[in-house]
């Protein structure tokens, strides 16, 4: 069963930029698509971005679309979430998760806050 680890949150200041990673262990991750969500306290999981198996095929939120970027290297196991222009709004705490989805990892905190 494919694991997922999260990394890259941090806090930063509205406008400023931030790479997230996701890598994963357990079954061939490049079989899979990948999405990143985020979650707010008191609110749903939300997907914001999704990636299909192969790279090609793109979709975001439109709450960051045009600002945030979704990609991904399976020959490292890994998919990546760049955001730029950040939001305070976009403050949450960021997953990934395949689809079909995997047990949940921890997540990676992300504050945008001045």
């Known amino acids: 069963q494919v694991q997922l680890v999260e990394s890259g949150g941090d806090l930063v200041q509205p406008g400023e930029s931030l790479r997230l990673s996701c890598e994963a262990s357990?079954?061939?991750?490049?079989?899979?698509?990948v999405g990143w969500y985020r979650q707010t306290p008191g609110n749903l999981r939300e997907l914001v971005a999704r990636?299909?198996?192969?790279?090609?095929?793109?979709w975001y939120a439109d709450s960051v679309k045009g600002r945030f970027t979704i990609s991904r290297d399976n020959a490292k196991y890994a998919v990546y979430l760049q955001m730029s222009s950040l939001k305070v709004e976009d403050t949450a705490v960021y997953y990934c998760n395949t689809f079909p989805q995997a047990p949940w990892g921890q997540g990676t905190q992300v504050t945008v806050s001045s």
């Open positions: 357990g079954q061939i991750f490049s079989n899979y698509a």
């Open positions: 990636i299909s198996y192969g790279g090609r095929t793109t």
